[in-house]
């Protein structure tokens, strides 16, 4: 199965400063999708990240809080912008190699982020 | 409305017994798939097991099977013969179809310590 690897693993960064996490895909994926993971909880959709187009974003999430880009089959970015302590959390990249019924989203190892 | 239900947030077993982790979901879409995941400390996501929504016959794969109920909605875990490995987080994920694509949905999780 595909291999996915992001970039960083962790940060800490300070309140009001940007993030960008890189998502590279070792082979071609239908789709890609970034969440986020706070303490504990469960995974929160936050967009589905298009090739050559404009991010999907869920509810509650904005393009201008997290902008997205995919400009090809195998990477993605996400950026956290204006950072602050509630953005703390992991941030994960998925892939969905097709879209065929069986087909499961593999993910990136994740990037833990620590907001000061 | 909640779409997908784990209603365990932890669950005890002993080392070498049988577990069953409970998933209900919400859907009005004909077409959908059930998927299982693993977290374990580490913070990767492992996928487990499939059940498609038009399966006649529950999945297996391995130590884990898949308890589908299609008129109760639900969608339970079961692990064999217990192992310490299997300590973690379980996640119940839906993925639905739309004319537009697709959307995964995550539960709750329950959490999963196996005794020795």
């Known amino acids: 199965s595909a291999v996915i690897s992001q970039k960083p693993s962790r940060d800490i960064c300070q309140r009001g400063t940007s993030l960008t996490i890189q998502c590279q895909v070792d082979s071609q994926v239908t789709m890609m999708f970034w969440y986020r993971q706070q303490p504990g909880q469960s995974l929160t959709l936050i967009a589905t990240?298009?090739?050559?187009?404009?991010?999907?974003?869920e509810s509650g999430f904005v393009i201008d809080k997290f902008p997205i880009s995919r400009p090809n089959l195998t990477f993605s970015t996400l950026t956290v912008s204006n950072m602050s302590p509630e953005d703390s959390s992991i941030y994960l990249c998925?892939?969905?190699?097709?879209?065929?019924?069986?087909?499961?989203?593999?993910f990136g190892p994740g990037t833990r982020l620590t907001v000061l | 409305a909640q779409k997908i239900t784990q209603t365990q947030p932890g669950m005890f077993v002993q080392e070498k017994e049988a577990v069953t982790l409970d998933c209900t979901y919400d859907?009005?879409?004909?077409?959908?798939?059930l998927f299982w995941y693993k977290q374990p400390s580490s913070g990767e996501m492992i996928f487990l097991i499939y059940q498609g929504s038009y399966d006649q016959q529950n999945a297996t794969e391995g130590r884990y099977s898949l308890n589908f109920q299609k008129a109760r909605k639900s969608a339970n875990l079961v692990i064999s013969a217990s192992q310490l490995g299997d300590s973690a987080m379980y996640f119940c994920a839906m993925r639905e179809e739309f004319n537009y694509g697709q959307n995964f949905v995550f539960g709750p999780g329950t959490r999963l310590s196996v005794l020795p």
């Open positions: 990240a298009n090739q050559g187009s404009e991010a999907t974003y």
């Open positions: 859907t009005s879409d004909p077409s959908y798939g």
């Open positions: 998925s892939g969905l190699p097709g879209l065929a019924g069986g087909d499961e989203q593999f």
